[in-house]
């Protein structure tokens, strides 16, 4: 009895190690994502790429991500979440190599295909290797950490692509070559740290694609996919058409100030997660979704007038509200899962997630050439209504 104590203590130690680890790691993975966005209109400038062309690369990466995320949702908990969080790394490295040098639209789908991947892949084994080495203590710490880490990530790497862009040299590679060495840390960092469970054999089973949840959050599903749906749609339209619209419509061409629209979305999510876990999740949904519709108003009308400082404050209030909302999500189907769960809960929420950047953007993609901008805009406000319309009236927190 008395080695038990000083072993749970190194336990604790080593996971201590591993929760850092999966956090860094996860930042820069969709860092490595968010990078690309600032050049969108570098490339529609220089190569001739369309607003349909960028919009098919969102959509590439989507359904690259939601096509991982069914065959290897699972795959961490058979081969362990080391082994695989490294796995995704090196696709995201391959796609940033890969998009060194775009003069095509080809090479530039290739690319943020490798991305999607590794995103796919990162989604579920990181996310899970957080949640498994997280504290106990603040008990919202595992859903924040786990769901808004993909947010931080993807600002992080717009603002810091966008300031690259437009002040470092080589502007069309110095951000790939930065983010390649981010990576490379990063698996380093993984490698060192511990496995946080007992690899499993069955891996060939788990690659047959399987969507579950446990049956005690089932009922909170409907309202979870609303949310996801709506505000990652919405994530979507800022990567496709946002670079057009800042051009276009808000009369800037500045690398820098898109990425800093990109992030004033993706940024304050991370910074309304821990206001959720103050409420009951079913609370917070309601509250969430309710601000990101006041933040869709917003960004419709800046659009309408031309008001880059509505914009700008619309955006935050969007994204703030939808980490709100998120977080919230998370927390409700996560609510009472072991560790075997978690890998198949975070499948299904960035399947739902990516369905929702990835049906939207398609639709919207075709119709670019017949709809203006605005139009565009005006049909992902519409979807937001609906979602937070559902949301209000169909929220409920997890069964005890």
């Not at 051009?247 to 100030?257: E, F, G, K, M, V």
Request: glycine content about 10%; hydrophobic content about 55%; aromatic content about 8%.
């Amino acid at each position: 009895m008395r080695d038990v104590a000083p072993s749970a203590a190194r336990r604790g130690e080593r996971l201590s190690r591993a929760f850092p680890a999966g956090v860094v790691s996860l930042v820069v993975s969709f860092a490595a994502v968010g990078s690309t966005i600032p050049l969108f209109n570098v490339y529609r400038a220089e190569e001739g790429f369309t607003n349909a062309d960028i919009s098919i690369t969102v959509v590439a990466y989507s359904v690259a991500t939601l096509g991982t995320l069914l065959v290897l949702g699972r795959v961490s908990g058979h081969l362990g979440r080391r082994p695989t969080s490294i796995a995704s790394l090196g696709l995201l490295l391959l796609g940033c190599v890969l998009l060194l040098d775009v003069h095509h639209v080809g090479v530039l789908i290739a690319g943020r295909l490798l991305m999607g991947f590794g995103a796919g892949l990162a989604s579920s084994s990181l996310t899970s290797y957080i949640v498994d080495a997280a504290p106990a203590r603040p008990a919202w710490l595992a859903s924040v950490a786990s769901s808004q880490t993909v947010m931080l990530g993807l600002a992080v790497g717009a603002i810091g692509s966008g300031a690259l862009v437009q002040f470092g040299p080589w502007p069309r590679e110095l951000i790939y070559l930065v983010v390649i060495g981010l990576l490379l840390l990063s698996a380093v960092f993984i490698f060192v740290s511990p496995e946080t469970v007992t690899p499993e054999p069955g891996v060939w089973r788990s690659l047959r694609p399987r969507i579950r949840v446990p049956a005690e959050v089932k009922h909170l599903v409907p309202v979870a996919a609303a949310v996801l749906l709506a505000t990652w749609a919405t994530g979507a339209f800022y990567q496709a058409f946002v670079p057009a619209l800042v051009a276009d419509q808000l009369h800037t061409r500045s690398p820098l100030a898109l990425g800093l629209v990109f992030a004033a979305y993706m940024g304050p999510s991370a910074l309304g997660a821990p206001i959720s876990g103050r409420f009951a999740p079913a609370v917070a949904q309601r509250a969430g979704m309710l601000g990101f519709l006041a933040g869709m108003i917003g960004i419709i009308a800046a659009i309408a007038t031309g008001a880059l400082v509505l914009f700008f404050a619309a955006t935050v209030v969007a994204g703030a509200s939808q980490g709100i909302a998120i977080s919230a999500a998370t927390r409700g189907l996560l609510a009472g899962s072991g560790v075997a769960d978690r890998a198949p809960i975070f499948t299904v929420v960035y399947l739902l997630s990516y369905s929702g950047a990835t049906i939207p953007a398609l639709v919207a993609g075709q119709l670019s050439a017949t709809f203006s901008l605005p139009q565009i805009a005006i049909g992902y406000g519409a979807l937001a209504l609906v979602a937070t319309v559902f949301t209000v009236v169909a929220a409920r927190d997890p069964r005890r």
